[in-house]
């Protein structure tokens, strides 16, 4: 589904990405955990060229993202995101925020896009949030009603850019069950966290990063108890 | 002081400030079309967008106003050799306004646009918006409402700047007080009476933006 080879990103003279390869199937959850600046995030904004990679080669279900004749907004289309700091349109309503892209960009029609949000809205527990603005919500509630908004576009994939990190500890636990049934439905997902509980549940398999290359991967069971690189343990080491 | 002609005098000045008011207006339409389009080409990351559009407002916020009034009232009929109607005066003196009000307004944009967080043209490109879309549907929304106030003040400019026009024979309030002087010799009481006039209009106009903003402020968190 996603096949990452020899991905470089520099910014400036500073090297982010130093050679990441990677590969999802479909269905897959992916977690990527490591100490902050080791290039997680820049990696994931990769996936649907938030980020313009340096070179490498990066092909999301069988369309190379950096070949010039390839649409970035069709594979976007395909590959939802959602983001540290939700960023939600403050001048829409919920239900608006969820059917703005549907509307404007695979062109269902008003009615079909409200329907669609409305059902999307009862899958994370918001049902009754529709006619709201974003100022009017919790961290955990925004984080919720953006997952619906990237969920509206029927992704094949869905990328997490430390969806909890901004949230207030009693907030955590809604965002990560609305992910975890996600997962169950068989959402191909790559998530960028610290939430190292979701990481053994849900995970099939963890990307451990650091300085700008994965240092280990593998399944969070072996990962977690037995892990052999020593950059690995020391992380471990310090956040369990 | 002649009160009386200072009383005598209030239709005639009033008339003017109409004129002044109506041409004022149109500057801030017509500059707030071209100033949009300006910060669009501005930000674009085409550079055959960006240079020309930085180019203008480098031009008419660097050149005063008086030279460009006088461009395009007398330069553009000579180089474009046409013989300016009767009533070229207005036509000019609405363009001038307009194109340099443009300028303003067009940084005015820049500034709104640049203020919305990054984080919303991400969320709205990685929907599959296109750049225009983002722009369309998330940005400009967000960044109208904060433009409001900077597009009063340009307001309040323009009509103390609209006062330049009177060079090219437009009766505006200031041309409509020349006239007056002219024929009764009594500047001191003529023009204190226009500067008043002016002094209404200006604090009428910033009254109002400030009621505009304190009801957008209301609203600012959605």
Redesign the interface.
């Known amino acids: 589904m996603i096949r990452v080879n020899n991905l470089y990103k520099h910014f400036g003279k500073l090297e982010v990405l130093k050679g990441v390869t990677a590969h999802i199937r479909e269905k897959e959850v992916v977690v990527v955990i490591g100490p902050s600046g080791s290039g997680k995030s820049t990696f994931l904004r990769c996936l ?1 060229k ?1 980020e313009e990679c340096t070179s490498g080669e990066i092909v999301i279900d069988g369309i190379p993202l950096n070949n010039d004749d390839t649409n970035i ?2 594979v ?2 395909e ?3 959602v ?1 540290q ?1 939700f ?5 829409m309503t919920a239900l608006q925020n969820i059917t ?2 549907p509307m ?2 695979r062109k269902l029609d008003k009615q079909e896009a409200e329907v669609q949000a409305r059902a999307l809205l009862r899958k994370v527990g918001l049902e009754d949030k529709a006619d709201v ?3 009017q919500l919790s961290g955990g509630q925004l984080q919720r009603v ?1 997952i619906a ?2 969920l509206a ?1 029927r992704p094949k994939i869905m990328l997490f850019d430390e969806p909890t990190s901004a949230l207030d500890p009693e907030m955590v636990g809604e965002v990560l069950a609305v992910m975890k049934d996600l997962a169950r439905e068989g959402m191909t997902m790559v998530v960028v966290t610290h939430e190292m509980g979701f990481a053994r549940e849900v995970g099939d398999r963890v990307l451990f990063m650091d300085e700008g290359i994965i240092m280990e991967e593998g399944p969070p069971d072996r990962l977690f108890n037995n892990p052999q690189n020593p950059r690995t343990k020391g992380f471990l080491s310090k956040i369990l | 002081m002649d009160w009386h002609l200072m009383v005598k005098s209030i239709p005639i000045l009033l008339n003017g400030a109409v004129l002044t008011i109506e041409l004022s207006a149109a500057a801030v339409a017509f500059g707030t079309v071209i100033g949009l389009s300006i910060a669009m080409g501005r930000l674009s990351r085409h550079k055959l967008l960006a240079w020309p559009a930085g180019a203008y407002v480098d031009f008419f916020r660097g050149t005063p106003l008086l030279v460009q009034i006088y461009l395009i009232y007398f330069g553009l009929p000579q180089i474009l050799n046409f013989t300016p109607p009767d009533s070229y005066q207005y036509i000019a003196g609405v363009i001038a306004l307009s194109l340099n009000s443009g300028a303003y307004i067009a940084e005015i944009f820049r500034a709104g646009i640049q203020s919305i967080d990054r984080g919303q043209t991400e969320a709205a490109r990685s929907l599959g918006m296109t750049q225009a879309q983002a722009m369309r549907y998330v940005i400009l929304p967000q960044a109208f409402k904060r433009v409001v106030p900077p597009l009063g003040n340009e307001f309040i400019a323009m009509l103390k700047d609209s006062a330049l026009v009177s060079v090219i024979s437009i009766e505006e309030l200031l041309f409509s007080g020349k006239i007056i002087v002219g024929r009764t010799f009594k500047p001191f009481e003529i023009y204190i009476e226009v500067a008043v006039m002016y002094l209404i209009l200006t604090l009428t106009i910033s009254r109002l933006v400030n009621y505009l903003e304190r009801r957008l402020a209301k609203g600012d968190t959605r």
């Open positions: 649907n938030l907004n069709a976007r289309r590959v939802g995101m983001f700091r960023n939600l349109f403050p001048h703005l892209a404007k960009v603005y974003p100022d953006a908004r990237a576009m």
